[in-house]
């Protein structure tokens, strides 16, 4: 069982920055691939990027590419989500997500989510 506990939502300027943090209970942290989506109102939730076990293999979704950085710190049991120059359309409730099992983009293949922070960018 992990249970995830995401913080550092807020309000931002577009062009601002904010980093989520993402802090993950149970000794097995390091063994999990992690990832943040997000979900808009009226809209599917959507992939982010992930990050795998041992953190250097990283993927993002096209929107944020070049704008946000996902990183982990195995000691800290934590994840991680710097976001850059950030724009308008990425406000969404953010959620990370842990899976023991594979390396994927698909909600559904995460088994334990936390309970989401909001991201809000004015323009």
């Known amino acids: 069982q992990v249970r995830l506990v995401e913080s550092g939502g807020g309000l931002v300027q577009a062009g601002g920055s904010l980093r989520l943090s993402c802090a993950a209970s149970?000794?097995?942290?390091?063994?999990?691939?992690m990832a943040w989506f997000r979900q808009a109102p009226g809209e599917d939730r959507e992939f982010v990027a992930r990050i795998r076990t041992g953190g250097f293999d990283t993927s993002y979704a096209d929107s944020v590419k070049g704008r946000f950085t996902i990183s982990r710190d195995n000691a800290k049991n934590t994840v991680y989500l710097q976001m850059d120059n950030l724009k308008p359309e990425d406000t969404a409730v953010y959620y990370c997500a842990a899976t023991p099992s594979v390396y994927t983009s698909r909600p559904l293949d995460y088994n334990y989510w936390g309970q989401g922070t909001q991201v809000t960018v004015s323009s």
């Open positions: 149970g000794r097995t942290f390091s063994s999990y691939a």
